[in-house]
């Protein structure tokens, strides 16, 4: 997945299986200095077989995110700047 994220390296700094909080991220992509944009994005991925376990597949991916704090290093270098 890496590699589809390269042409957004000037704008934003991509990284993958960082540690953050209590977990690794699949991927992060975080503003760089020169971007207009505030947003950053934490990424993580999951399989489901079935087109009905979208739904249910898609919550535990965010459930993970937020309970294993996965924006706590993002958090941290935006207080630093």
């Not at 590699?3 to 991509?14: E, Q, T």
């Not at 020169?34 to 993580?44: I, K, M, P, Y």
Request: hydrophobic share 25%; glycine share 8%.
């Amino acid at each position: 997945m890496g590699g589809l994220f390269i042409s957004l390296s000037g704008k934003y700094r991509v990284s993958s299986n960082k540690e953050s909080g209590d977990g690794r991220y699949d991927h992060s992509l975080v503003p760089e200095i020169n971007n207009q944009s505030d947003t950053a994005l934490l990424l993580e991925y999951k399989t489901c077989q079935k087109e009905v376990e979208l739904q249910t597949t898609t919550k535990l991916g965010l459930n993970q995110i937020e309970e294993k704090r996965y924006e706590t290093e993002i958090i941290k270098k935006k207080k630093k700047n």
